[in-house]
């Protein structure tokens, strides 16, 4: 049996003073675990919260934190900055950004090195393959993670005749077909449209469930060919076709307010949405709940935080590692922002599993996430997942929008996606 995460940071704590003579090359030299990290993160995922907590718990230490921007900014500039520049000493790195980074694990520390060999053991073991390189070095540490539940207002489903307790919603609609028929009764019994778009949640749910997506498990590039692919997006022009999608793009200007004006009566909702609804509907405040989605499950959004190889203070960076991602760090770290933790111990917590909110009625927010990323199979994603990802899901936005006919749109996805990756 492999060694928790505990007592790796056990292990790490004697190596973290020779640091320097085994990763900087400094002559035997010892680190300063309390010199000040230069720390990059984006926005949106709670880092301040996460050094303030940091430095609660170890005083001496210091941490300059940079929000560089938005995901695909900060790994612009991380890209950037290995390419010559000066680079953090942590960074974080979004899921979907992820591979390219991997594909080039020698610009990052292996934390094995640090951690003993089985420092990856604690997570979800999708987020850590996803942060392994094919020689084995683990590139980073898996933060968080985006589980999926489906969000849906209660009030709306009454009126149409529909059961409104999560459990009896999720039985109803537990296969993709399920969840078609239901949005028909729907629409039927109201006019109005069932689910805000087929694009991300549906494509983006679907193609998430799959044991095999874009890549091989050896690396090969599959998804013009993967049936599993195809049958995912199937799912979501299934769903256009029958008319109950009110083809509003999420994050369009048109969804924020389609979700307090009851436009839609379900959207897609990964764990760092939850606040979004809140934020974007407060007049609802109870009349949301949260069931699984159909299928096996899902997983949207997650992050690493990574040591670059050149940063100058790896001992401070992994300091902050060992104290704030361990188990019970982001056990803690949840109960005080609502960061849903990759730690497995984390997800299989009290805090976790019965954590519910108000505006949500009832619903067992934290058991529904919880299950959604233990249950999904884990997929291999190459450098251009992102990219072959977007080209799909946008020409399903052609499609709400009129401008892919239904019987040509995966033939237009594939050679969108060709054009994308330079294919």
Not at 160 to 179: C, I, N, R
Not at 219 to 234: C, E, H, I, M, S
Request: with cysteine; hydrophobic share 40%; aromatic share 10%.
């Amino acid at each position: 049996m492999k060694r928790p995460l505990a007592a790796a940071v056990a292990a790490a704590a004697v190596l973290v003073v020779t640091l320097a003579g085994c990763a900087s090359g400094g002559g035997g030299a010892k680190e300063d675990p309390n010199a000040e990290a230069d720390f990059w993160s984006f926005t949106g995922i709670a880092a301040k919260d996460h050094v303030s907590e940091y430095l609660n718990k170890v005083p001496a230490a210091k941490v300059k934190l940079t929000e560089v921007g938005s995901t695909t900014e900060t790994a612009t500039a991380l890209t950037a900055a290995l390419a010559g520049g000066k680079v953090p000493d942590l960074v974080m790195i979004q899921g979907d950004d992820l591979p390219r980074f991997v594909e080039n694990s020698a610009n990052f520390v292996d934390l094995r090195t640090l951690g003993g060999d089985d420092v990856g053991s604690s997570y979800l073991g999708w987020a850590t393959e996803a942060a392994t390189a094919k020689d084995g070095s683990i590139v980073g540490i898996p933060t968080d993670v985006g589980g999926l539940g489906f969000a849906y207002r209660a009030d709306l489903f009454e009126k149409a005749g529909l059961p409104t307790e999560p459990g009896e919603v999720a039985k109803m609609w537990s296969t993709w077909d399920d969840f078609i028929a239901m949005g028909k009764k729907y629409t039927a019994a109201t006019g109005q449209p069932f689910v805000d778009n087929i694009e991300t949640s549906i494509f983006f749910s679907t193609v998430n469930q799959v044991t095999e997506k874009y890549y091989s498990p050896d690396g090969k590039l599959v998804y013009d060919t993967n049936p599993q692919v195809k049958g995912a997006f199937d799912v979501a022009v299934k769903t256009h076709d029958a008319g109950i999608s009110a083809g509003i793009a999420a994050f369009s200007s048109g969804w924020a307010p389609g979700k307090a004006n009851g436009a839609f009566a379900v959207t897609t909702a990964p764990s760092w949405m939850l606040k979004g609804i809140k934020t974007d509907a407060p007049g609802t405040s109870g009349l949301w709940r949260i069931a699984s989605v159909p299928g096996v499950g899902g997983n949207w959004g997650g992050s690493v935080i990574a040591i670059p190889a050149r940063a100058a203070h790896k001992a401070a960076a992994w300091q902050f590692i060992k104290t704030m991602m361990s188990p019970e760090g982001q056990e803690e770290h949840f109960t005080k922002t609502g960061t849903f933790p990759a730690s497995t111990a984390a997800l299989a917590s009290t805090s976790v599993l019965s954590y519910t909110d108000p505006f949500y009625g009832e619903s067992k927010i934290g058991k529904v996430i919880s299950d959604s990323v233990q249950k999904f199979p884990p997929f291999y994603n190459g450098p251009d997942t992102s990219a072959i990802g977007s080209a799909l899901l946008n020409t399903l936005v052609e499609v709400e929008t009129g401008n892919v006919k239904s019987d040509q749109a995966w033939q237009t996805a594939v050679n969108n996606a060709k054009t994308a990756i330079g294919g």
